[in-house]
């Protein structure tokens, strides 16, 4: 059985509208939006949450991260709102981590300080790259220096906290021009970098009509030249695409990683709630934001319908997700939030185990060798 409560909760909501959909993108997101959306749009998320009360009760929300699409397109004094409507209904801790995902373009960037004062505490500002060729062939809408002044702005507004996310990886680049985006990076006292690997997804641009993409010599060569830049600069590696100082990890991906629960508000936000049943499930509002505002201006509004998780899959599920984590976790926790044995995880990592891919589960934690973190889609693959 699992006991809800000792389940750490976050809340997830999805703003989806953005200015231009890049090429690269297959996130749900939209153009098309206007200023009239912004007060139906938090009215229906206040609503989706009042829907899904039932599932979560009075268990205190650790973190908010606010997605998108380009959540910055909303003016503060609507984020504020919502805000407001959040806590009213819920179990919030005074330290409650609040992240609000932002571009660096200047109508963004010239709200951060009304975003501050509506109770954000954590921006993620989507830089993705300094250099202006990358950025233009990224179809990204701002430059480099419209970044490095965003950075600036974020700093002014009283921000303490904020994540960097950059790309590596890209059309053209080499070794010397990505470790250039980190040292820029850390340069301006990031306290967090995410720092993902370009891919060509399905339903992008950039999958009907690929750009030519380093080789994989190439990048290895940027792996290896970014981490250095990185733990140089005191940034640790906590999870496959994030580096952080000490004491500033992503409090919000740490509670995906470590399998805890989360409630997803908005056009196609995905939920993951456990019940004191044992049963864990998965929601999913609809995708078409009319279809989602409509749905949620009902006054028979239910909540998202919820998939239960099969028990074979919990073990696979759990170890997707925590493997991610260079340290790891308690091998506890795998009962704490699965409700199954510790037996069953033990069972399943014995082919990794035998590779030397996995610690042994009797070491109490659950974590890669360093030459498993090097093959860790293979690791995973050991549990499917």
């Known amino acids: 059985m699992i006991n809800p409560q000792a389940v750490p909760l976050s809340l997830y909501i999805h703003l989806p509208w953005c200015t231009r959909k890049c090429p690269y993108c297959d996130f749900n997101s939209h153009e098309g939006f206007t200023d009239s959306l912004q007060q139906p749009y938090v009215e229906a998320l206040l609503a989706d949450l009042d829907s899904q009360q039932g599932w979560w009760h009075d268990r205190p929300i650790h973190s908010i991260f606010i997605g998108g699409g380009t959540p910055s397109l909303f003016e503060g004094h609507w984020l504020g709102s919502l805000i407001e409507g959040i806590s009213i209904r819920a179990n919030l801790p005074r330290d409650v981590e609040i992240t609000l995902e932002s571009n660096p373009g200047s109508a963004e960037r010239d709200r951060f300080a009304k975003y501050h004062a509506a109770g954000v505490n954590r921006l993620s500002i989507g830089v993705q790259s300094f250099d202006d060729r990358a950025l233009k062939t990224l179809g990204r809408i701002h430059s480099g220096d419209d970044a490095r002044h965003a950075l600036d702005m974020a700093a002014a507004a009283g921000f303490q906290r904020w994540n960097i996310d950059l790309m590596h990886g890209l059309p053209g680049q080499d070794a010397q021009s990505a470790a250039s985006d980190l040292t820029e990076a850390v340069g301006r006292s990031a306290g967090h970098i995410s720092w993902y690997q370009l891919t060509i997804e399905r339903n992008t641009r950039f999958w009907s009509s690929p750009p030519a993409l380093p080789d994989e010599s190439a990048l290895e060569s940027i792996q290896q030249a970014g981490e250095v830049v990185l733990a140089d600069a005191g940034l640790h590696q906590y999870e496959v695409s994030a580096f952080s100082r000490e004491g500033e990890e992503s409090r919000h991906n740490l509670n995906y990683w470590r399998f805890g629960d989360y409630i997803g508000l908005g056009a196609g936000a995905h939920g993951k709630i456990s019940l004191s049943d044992g049963t864990i499930i998965r929601t999913q509002r609809t995708r ?16 998202p319908q919820g998939v239960a998780i099969p028990p074979a899959e919990k073990i696979t599920e ?33 082919t990794a185990v035998s590779r030397g891919w996995l610690e042994a589960p009797g070491t109490g934690r659950f974590v890669t060798t360093r030459l498993g973190y090097q093959f860790l889609d293979s690791v995973i693959e050991t549990f499917l």
């Open 318 to 350: 759990f170890a997707m997700n925590t493997l991610r984590l260079r340290s790891g976790v308690p091998v506890a926790h795998f009962t704490q939030t699965t409700g199954s044995a510790v037996d069953q995880l033990t069972a399943a990592a014995e």
């Open 288 to 303: 078409a934001p009319a279809d989602y505002l409509a749905e949620t201006t009902s006054s028979f509004l239910s909540p």
